[in-house]
């Protein structure tokens, strides 16, 4: 499957963004996603996952009552809407698939297919 993140850019403290991540090349359904991100100098965290259906969702710490995952297999898609936002927030953001049995996943090296990544910056 082929991942492509998009809805990335430049947004004020307290602002909001939504990111989309595009699947092609295979139903979406087959998989549970997740979302990273990558401020620089710093390694790839975990942001978010959401399982085959949509029932199941988990958050980090950092971003919990600020982000919400959501999908619609229907469409292909998974977003990240993402609400009062933080300079902190600033990052290369990644949607990523996960084929493993499970309902959502953590770790990077549980998910399989990466996009290609979409730059967030939150900056008055």
């Known amino acids: 499957v082929q991942l492509q993140a998009s809805g990335g850019g430049l947004v004020q403290p307290g602002g909001s963004l939504r990111l989309s991540c595009v699947a092609s090349g295979r139903s979406l359904s087959s998989y549970a996603m997740g979302w990273f991100r990558q401020a620089p100098g710093k390694e790839r965290e975990f942001v978010a996952s959401?399982?085959?259906?949509?029932?199941?969702?988990v958050y980090s710490d950092s971003v919990k009552d600020r982000f919400t995952i959501s999908r619609d297999n229907a469409k292909n898609t998974v977003a990240l809407q993402m609400n009062s936002l933080k300079s902190e927030d600033t990052a290369v953001y990644y949607c990523?698939?996960?084929?493993?049995?499970?309902?959502?996943?953590?770790?990077?090296?549980?998910?399989?297919?990466w996009g290609q990544g979409t730059q967030v910056t939150v900056s008055s």
């Open positions: 990523a698939a996960a084929s493993a049995v499970g309902l959502w996943f953590k770790y990077r090296n549980d998910y399989e297919f």
């Open positions: 959401i399982s085959r259906i949509g029932s199941s969702t």
